[in-house]
C-alpha cells in the first residue's frame, strides 16, 4: 500500500505558483541586498563572465595608469632638470662674456666662478632621479611602458646625457675650446679654467655654450612632448576604463526601483496564492467532511 499523499490537481497547481512566486521574492530580495541582478555563475553563467572580463580588463588598464602616472613624473623630473640646465649654461655663457673683458685677476675668479657652477650643473643632473631611473645623465637610459597587458603595444623613451662635459664635448672644436677652456677630469669633477684673453677665442666659447644649450633645450623638448603624449594617453585610459566599467555594470547590476517594484507585486501575489490554495484545500476538507 502506498504511502504517498497524492494531491488534488488544483492544490498541486496552486502550490507550484507560490513556490514559484517564493523563488522570485529570493531572487528580488538578493538583487537589493547585493544591488547585482547576476551575483554569480550560478545566475547567469554567460552573463557573469562577461561582466567579469570586462572588469578585468579595466581593472588592468587602472594598473598601467598608474604606471604611466609615473612615468610622466620621470619624465616631469628629466624636463625640469633640462630647463634647469639650460638656465646654468646661460649663466656660465655670461661669465665668458664678463671675463672678456676683465682683468687677469677678476679672469682667475671668474675661472673659479666657472668651474664650481659647472660642478653644480653635474650635480644637478645625477640628482634628477625619480624611482631610480635618471633620463638626463645617461643617453642609454630608458623609460619603458607598457599599455595593455593583452597586446604588444609599448612605449619607449629613451634618456639623455647633460652632462656639461658631455654637452661641451659634443659641440666643442677642439683647437677653439682648449685655448679659453681646459676641461680637467679629477675625480668625478670637471674642472675649466680660463686660460686666454683673445675676444675671439671667448666668442668661439660662447658659441660652444650656445650649442649646449639648444641640446638641453632640445632634450627638453622631447621630453615634454613625450608627457603630453603620455597625458592624452591616460586620459583615454581613464575614459575607457569608465566604459569598461559602465559595461559590466549594465550586465549584471540591478536596478533597484525595478527590483523594488518587483518585490511588492511578488509578495503582494504571495498572497493571494496563499488564500487560493487555502480555497483548493478547503474543497479536498469538504469530502472529508461527508464521511462524518
Same mark, same amino acid.
Request: net charge positive.
Given at each position: 500500500m502506498?504511502?504517498?499523499v497524492v494531491l488534488g490537481s488544483a492544490t498541486r497547481q496552486n502550490l507550484l505558483s507560490l513556490q514559484d512566486i517564493n523563488h522570485n521574492i529570493g531572487t528580488s530580495q538578493n538583487a537589493l541586498a547585493t544591488g547585482l541582478k547576476v551575483s554569480s555563475a550560478v545566475d547567469n553563467a554567460v552573463v557573469f563572465f562577461q561582466s567579469q572580463s570586462l572588469t578585468n580588463r579595466a581593472s588592468d588598464l587602472q594598473n598601467r595608469n598608474n604606471t604611466i602616472n609615473q612615468g610622466i613624473s620621470s619624465l616631469t623630473t628629466a624636463t625640469q632638470a633640462a630647463a634647469s640646465v639650460d638656465n646654468i649654461l646661460t649663466q656660465l655663457q655670461g661669465i665668458l662674456n664678463s671675463a672678456a673683458t676683465e682683468t687677469a685677476a677678476q679672469r682667475a675668479a671668474a675661472g673659479?666662478? *666657472? /668651474?664650481?657652477i659647472s660642478k653644480q650643473l653635474n650635480n644637478?643632473?645625477?640628482?634628477?632621479?625619480?624611482?631610480?631611473l635618471n633620463l638626463v645623465n645617461s643617453s642609454t637610459s630608458t623609460l619603458s611602458l607598457q599599455f595593455s597587458l593583452s597586446s604588444t603595444d609599448t612605449f619607449k623613451i629613451k634618456g639623455g646625457n647633460l652632462q656639461v662635459s658631455v654637452l661641451v664635448t659634443v659641440h666643442a672644436v677642439a683647437s677653439k675650446l682648449a685655448s679659453v677652456i681646459v676641461l680637467n677630469s679629477v675625480g668625478a669633477a670637471q674642472k675649466f679654467s680660463l686660460?686666454?684673453?683673445?675676444?675671439?677665442r671667448f666668442q668661439a666659447a660662447f658659441n660652444i655654450l650656445q650649442n649646449a644649450i639648444f641640446s638641453a633645450q632640445a632634450t627638453a623638448q622631447t621630453l615634454g612632448g613625450n608627457v603630453?603624449?603620455?597625458?592624452?594617453?591616460?586620459? *583615454? /585610459?581613464?575614459?575607457?576604463v569608465t566604459t569598461l566599467s559602465g559595461g559590466s555594470d549594465k550586465l549584471v547590476v540591478a536596478d533597484v526601483n525595478k527590483e523594488s517594484t518587483n518585490l511588492v507585486t511578488l509578495q503582494t501575489r504571495q498572497q493571494l496564492a496563499?488564500?487560493?490554495l487555502s480555497?483548493?484545500?478547503?474543497s479536498e476538507q469538504a469530502v472529508l467532511r461527508l464521511f462524518h
Open positions: 502506498s504511502s504517498n673659479t666662478q *666657472f /668651474n664650481t644637478l643632473v645625477n640628482a634628477a632621479s625619480y624611482q631610480g686660460v686666454s684673453n683673445k675676444t675671439s603630453t603624449l603620455l597625458q592624452t594617453r591616460l586620459s *583615454f /585610459n581613464q575614459q575607457y496563499i488564500q487560493s480555497i483548493a484545500t478547503q
